[in-house]
């Protein structure tokens, strides 16, 4: 059976669970094979799934920090504009 876009998208996403049954892990290859924009929407996923398991197994190497804060004039303009919005 061939997948459509839609349902071999699907697919991916369970794959990626370890939920797909070899008949439709199959049906997936198939369809990646056949398909390129499905072909890179999973190489992509596969990236993110590589880099999210990276991340997990090293966190003191992960900065969430922002590069970059609003200035002290830029969040008093927020909170003025913020408190005008909510008595409005």
């Known amino acids: 059976m061939m997948f459509s876009c839609k349902q071999a998208t699907e697919r991916m996403s369970?794959?990626?669970?370890g939920k797909l049954s070899l008949?439709?892990?199959i049906g997936l290859?198939?369809?990646l094979l056949?398909?390129?924009f499905c072909s890179r929407c999973w190489?992509?996923?596969n990236i993110v799934r590589d880099a999210t398991h990276r991340c997990s197994e090293h966190p003191e190497l992960i900065d969430f920090r922002p590069e970059k804060t609003?200035?002290?004039q830029a969040c008093d303009r927020?909170?003025?504009?913020?408190?005008?919005n909510?008595?409005?």
Not at 14 to 17: G, R, T, W
């Open 86 to 88: 909510t008595h409005s």
């Open 43 to 45: 190489s992509q996923l």
């Open 29 to 31: 290859r198939l369809h």
């Open 70 to 72: 609003l200035s002290q």
């Open 23 to 25: 008949s439709q892990r």
């Open 78 to 84: 927020i909170k003025r504009l913020l408190r005008q």
């Open 34 to 36: 056949m398909c390129k």
């Open 14 to 17: 369970a794959s990626l669970d």
